[in-house]
């Protein structure tokens, strides 16, 4: 599996901005996909995740402001971003696994367990 980010880019705080991931194939019934972000020097942080069956979570530092939302027919998740703050710059990344096991955004092993990455898309936001 391939994962692709695109939607990027440079944009005011309070703006507003839509990643797309897309996916070469998807071979798992059940599954799961999200949304991570990281700074230089810094762990991955996930931001929204998303299970076979549409439950989602969120960061709490993200709720209210992101939706994450999948459509399947093109094989593809999206992120939703408004109110962008200074706070949100950085690389975010696409991932997903085979299961839902702990599929959690606020999960701190989260990131370990994704068996697909793609190579990452960079949001910058400006104050």
């Known amino acids: 599996v391939q994962l692709v980010e695109s939607g990027g880019g440079s944009v005011q705080a309070g703006w507003s901005l839509t990643l797309s991931c897309v996916a070469s194939?998807?071979?798992?019934?059940?599954?799961?996909m999200a949304w991570f972000r990281q700074t230089a020097g810094e762990e991955p942080e996930g931001v929204a995740a998303i299970v076979d069956d549409g439950n989602t979570t969120y960061a709490d530092s993200v709720k209210g402001r992101f939706t994450i939302s999948q459509d399947n027919a093109k094989n593809t998740l999206n992120l939703h971003m408004n109110s962008l703050k200074s706070e949100d710059t950085a690389t975010y990344y696409c991932?997903?696994?085979?299961?839902?096991?702990?599929?959690?955004?606020?999960?701190?092993?989260?990131?370990?367990?994704?068996?697909?990455w793609g190579k990452g898309t960079l949001v910058t936001i400006s104050s």
């Open positions: 194939e998807f071979i798992y019934s059940t599954y799961c």
């Open positions: 991932a997903a696994k085979r299961g839902r096991y702990d599929c959690y955004a606020g999960s701190p092993s989260l990131p370990y367990g994704m068996d697909h």
